[in-house]
Structures are given as C-alpha cells and as structure tokens.
C-alpha cells in the first residue's frame, strides 16, 4: 500500500460529487470549501421565474436575482460545462430566446422578465458557445440556433454602437462594461438614458467612449463566429475580415508609451484609467506572445500595478483613486471574482500557465478559509467583502481546483493531469496531499498530488507517475502527449507512463512534446517573475 493511500482511500469513499467529478484533501480546509461549492452551485442552478416547466439555468447568485450576459452565460456558464452541460446549454439558449426583433440579445434575464437597458459585454459569448459545442457532442441544432442569435447581435451593435464611424464599439454607460464604482466612468452616467441601449446622455460632452473591452469582445466574438459558420457550411470570410477590422479600430485605443489600453473619449482623449480592461483584452486573444509577456512584467504581474497580496485588483495600486472598500460593490479596486475566473483564458492562450499558478496560489488559500463565496475580496488579506453565494467565486473555485491539482477535460480532446499541491503563502493551512476523480467516456481517472509526486490511476490502476510540478498532457484515453513545467523553477526526474518510462527535465511553461520514451519537440515562453 503506497503513502498516498489515505487521501485516495478518502477519495473513493466521499460521497460529494459534482457530475461526474470528486475530490479529497487532507491537511487544511479546501476539501470542505470545495464541498460547499458544490452545495452552494446547486442552489445557483434554477428556473428564472415561478414556472417550475421551464429548464433550470445558471444564476449568478448573491444579490443577483437570474443570469447576466456579461458572466453566467459566458465565462460561468463555460466553465460550468465540464461539471452541468445541460445547464450551460439551456442557459445559452434562453438568452437567444429572449433576444429583441432588432437583434439585441437581453444583458439580463431575471423573473421579471428580460433586460435590454444596456449591452454589458465582456467575455465573448461566441466563443463560450463554440466551446459548449466541441465539449458536450457537437450539436448542429444548437449550434444553428446560437449563431443565428449572435450574428444578428453583432448586426445590432454594428447599427448602433459605432456612432463615430470608427469600426469599434462604443460604451455609453457604466453598466455597459459592468465596471461600477470603477474611475474610467466617473462623470458619466450609470444606465443608458431611458434605458435604451441605442441612447446615450448627450449632455455628458465625454460620451461615447470608444472602449477596448468591447471592441476586442466582438473582434474575439466575430473569429469564433468564423469557425461556427464554416462548422455550419457557411462562409467564414465575412466574419474574418469583420475580425481584422475591429482589431484595426481597437489600434485607436492603444497608447505605445503606456503599453496599455484606454477608452477614447468624444473629445478624442485617452481616459488614463489603468484597470481590469487589460485582462478582458488579453483575455480576447489579442496580442501576440511577446506583447503579453510584457504586459506582465510591466503590470499583471507588478506589485505596483495589479500584482496584490491576493492577486488580481480591479484597478492599478499606485492609481491615487484606488478603492479601499472591499465591502461593497466596486471595480474601483478590490479583487472581483469575474476577474479571476476570466484569467486563466488570458494566461493559458500563450503558454504561461507557471505565473497564473502562483498567482492564485495565495487566492486558493483565502478561499478554503473564507466560509462564503462574495463577489469581492480584500487585495491586502484576502478577506471575503460583497454579497455571497456568487456563482462566480464558487466556479472559479471548482475550476482552479482542477486546473491547478486535478483532471480537467479540453474542448480540443485533451485531458491535463495537473501535479500541484497548494504553496502555503501565509500561516493557514491549506491541503498537504490532494485526489481529484473525474470519469471521462466511461473511464474513471484519479490523480492523487503530494508535495513529492503526481500519481495517476485508470480505473483503479495505476497507469501514470511524475514528479511534482508538471502537468500531464494527454488523449480522452489517458495516453501521453506531452508534460508541462508548472512552476518557475525547473523540473526534473522519472516520468512512468502505462510501463514505460522517461527521464526527463522540463523547465516553467515549457512544452515537452513527447512521441513513446523520446522528446520529440521542446518549446516555452520562459517564466515572467513577479517585481516590486
């Protein structure tokens, strides 16, 4: 019987499970917050209204009463995916049921009905679709009907959100981003005069700002749209040059000195607000991978800027107007959960998947103690602020468990078999050995962690051991692909696959490429370290 024998026992007879889906942990209180995670989301799951015939879709939770276009029914809702497909999948298409004649989909969907004040866009619907679609069966009838909805969508804020003729989208509200309480809208109305949409405050005199979330949203949102229209025997080409131009207008909201995107206001100007719309950009795939690499290293990455005790804030530290108060609803500052489950995107499009580990490493710890799930939480102690039940910190919870300790299916095929333990960033305990259980076609996979070792079995056997800090990369069938260095440091040792085995050193995000016993292709952005 090996060492890792109690935790796996543990493991296999918990009677929690998510779907398809158990974990266990020993040594600190992240197995009983994952526990109330799962408890937690099924409360978030339900009928929008009292007619108990409609399907149960994803709520966001807290004080927020149904799903919002900008969260539940995107980045939620796609991480939801692995655990609920059905869930995601009717969420999905309750939006599109509700879109408007003219083509605006709701911002909103609550029991009072749907909301079309705003268009509140972040993380690009398209794309959570398009991966609903490869991960849960690739269903043409669903896929039909997403895209019908999200092309008329980009046909209505193509009329109505480009008044200046510049190709790019254009905020009109606070609400339009979902950045309450942030500076980049001080001065400028929360909602939309009257709550049209098509209108904004013509008074304001800064009003309409050229913004770069929205444009690189639907930049993102029309290459997806590509894709779904070639899966569909349509011609992507339209959609590809509809991409190439809003990333020619997103170029107007770029200043080379900073290295950082800014609204344009009316007047022309940059509104100098440093904040989350970096991440949402980057996290629409724009940039190449030496751009990001520096965005990292001057700001993500910066404890100056967004590199916090408990990582990431919602505004630049050194901003004079940073928000203190953690207690209230605020993307003038505080750490938002909608930020950090929009991350990984981000991190993992260009390889760096060693900094997004410890930079959540100190959030995993704040969570397994916090008792609640709020929107917000305090940069400097990881104390829990706003509201709570919020599906978004319970699912950035469930999936950075996964992502970062256990087996997470990709859309693509893939399957990553992570060998992390949670680093103990401050005095609390954490978890000291880990097993994560997830069935995939039939086949039921563990992976147990320790601070040593990663150990995988294969319905029941033992068919996968590595050393500490890499990640697994393999088929549906457990077959290895290729390791990933996980952490800044090198690392080095045996890796036992199905018999076989390898000796091997990978380095932070390098990319080992493996065909049988022998390295076939090695490849890495290198690690950013974080600065002061």
Known sequence: MTRTAPVLERLRASSVR???????????????????AVDELARCI??????????????????????????????????????????????????????????LLPYKLTAHGPGYAQIQMVTPFARSVWHH?????????????????????????AMQRDTRGTGGVEAFCTFDTGHDRSPRFWGVPDQTPHGDAAAFDPESGVLP????????????????????????GDDPAPWRAKAAASLAALEACFDEHDGCWY?????????????????????????????????????????????SAYPFTSLALDDPRFDHDFRTNSWGGPVNFLTLIRAPHAFEHHGHVAELGFSLMPVVAAVARMGRFPQVMSPWTGEPGYTEQYSPAILWLLDTVER????????????????????????????????????????????????????????????????????????????????????????????RIDGGAIDVEVAGNEHVELDGARVARRGGPGVVLPRA
């Not at 980045?75 to 309750?94: G, K, Y």
């Not at 269903?139 to 980009?154: C, G, K, P, V, W």
């Not at 060998?419 to 992976?447: I, M, N, S, W």
């Open 18 to 36: 998510l779907g398809e889906v158990r974990f266990a942990a020993l040594g600190g209180p992240l197995e009983a917050a994952w526990q109330q």
């Open 46 to 103: 339900l009928p929008l209204g009292d007619d108990t015939s409609t399907p149960p879709v994803l709520n966001e939770g807290g004080v927020y009463l149904g799903s919002w276009l900008e969260s539940t029914a995107t980045i939620n809702a796609e991480v939801l995916d692995r655990f609920q497909p059905d869930v995601t999948r009717d969420t999905h298409l309750q939006f599109a049921a509700n879109q408007r004649e003219d083509g």
């Open 133 to 157: 679609y490869l991960a849960a069966g690739r269903d043409h009838d669903y896929l039909a009907a997403m895209y019908r909805a999200l092309a008329r969508h980009d046909d209505w804020l």
């Open 209 to 232: 700002f050229l913004a770069p979330d929205l444009t690189a949203n639907v930049a993102c949102q029309r290459a997806y749209l590509a894709r779904i229209a070639e899966e569909l």
């Open 263 to 307: 609204d344009v206001d009316a007047a022309g100007r940059y509104v100098r607000v440093q904040s989350d719309v970096l991440m949402r950009v980057l996290a629409c795939e724009v940039g190449d991978a030496e751009f990001f690499a520096a965005s990292l290293e001057r700001y993500l990455l910066n404890s100056r800027k967004f590199f």
């Open 404 to 495: 970062l300790f256990g087996i997470l299916p990709r859309p693509d095929g893939e399957l990553w078999f992570t060998g992390l333990v949670p680093r103990r960033v401050d005095h609390h305990d954490v978890a000291d050995e880990l097993a994560y259980e997830r069935t995939v076609d039939g086949v039921r996979f563990e992976l147990v962690n320790t601070a040593t070792e990663a150990i995988g079995y294969r319905d029941g056997e033992e068919f996968l051991r590595m050393p500490h800090g890499m990640r697994a990369v393999t088929d549906r069938a457990g077959r290895l692909m290729a390791l990933v260095g996980m952490t800044a440091r090198p690392v080095a040792g045996t890796v």
